[in-house]
Structure formats: structure tokens, C-alpha cells
């Protein structure tokens, strides 16, 4: 394991873990052939046709984290720059 310490002293460790939401489209009444574009943000699920309506669909499962074992660990210094990372 090597850190670079030369970047300044340790002090934050952060872990990173990553989780699911669901979106449950079965009810939308759409042509998926017409579908120009798709996002997520803050929970939403945003569907964009090709004539410009949106379909904004909530989440309807969310996932349980598993916190046994990140999906990335990092040595962060007081400016947030990587020291060490796995």
C-alpha cells in the first residue's frame, strides 16, 4: 500500500457504496420508439418523447445498501485530494 504523502497529511478516509432505485414504467401509456432521451435525477425518473412531452415516473423500490464492502475507498488530505485509493 502506498500513500502519497507528499500531497499533505491523511485525513479523511471515504468509502463509497452503491445502492438501486426502481422505476415501475408498466402503466405509461408511450410508444418506446418515440423515446428521444432518459434521466435520473433526485429520485425521478424523467422521460423525454421525440414530440417534447415529459414523463416524470417516482421511484417505486428502493434498494437496501449493503454496507459490508465498499465499492471504493479513498485517503482524501484537508483539500480533498487522493492520497491512497482501492
Do not use: R
Not at 457504496?17 to 433526485?42: G, N, P
Not at 417505486?60 to 492520497?83: A, C, Q, R, V
Amino acid at each position: 500500500m502506498k500513500i502519497e504523502l507528499e500531497k499533505g497529511k491523511p485525513k479523511i478516509v471515504e468509502a463509497s457504496y452503491s445502492t438501486h432505485l426502481e422505476f415501475d414504467v408498466s402503466d405509461l401509456d408511450i410508444d418506446w420508439s418515440k423515446v428521444k432521451a432518459m434521466w435520473c435525477k433526485y429520485g425521478t425518473l424523467e422521460i423525454e418523447m421525440e414530440d417534447g412531452d415529459i414523463h416524470q415516473v417516482s421511484y417505486s423500490f428502493e434498494g437496501e445498501t449493503d454496507y459490508k464492502w465498499p465499492i471504493d475507498l479513498k485517503l482524501l488530505n484537508d483539500n480533498y485530494d487522493i492520497l491512497w485509493e482501492e
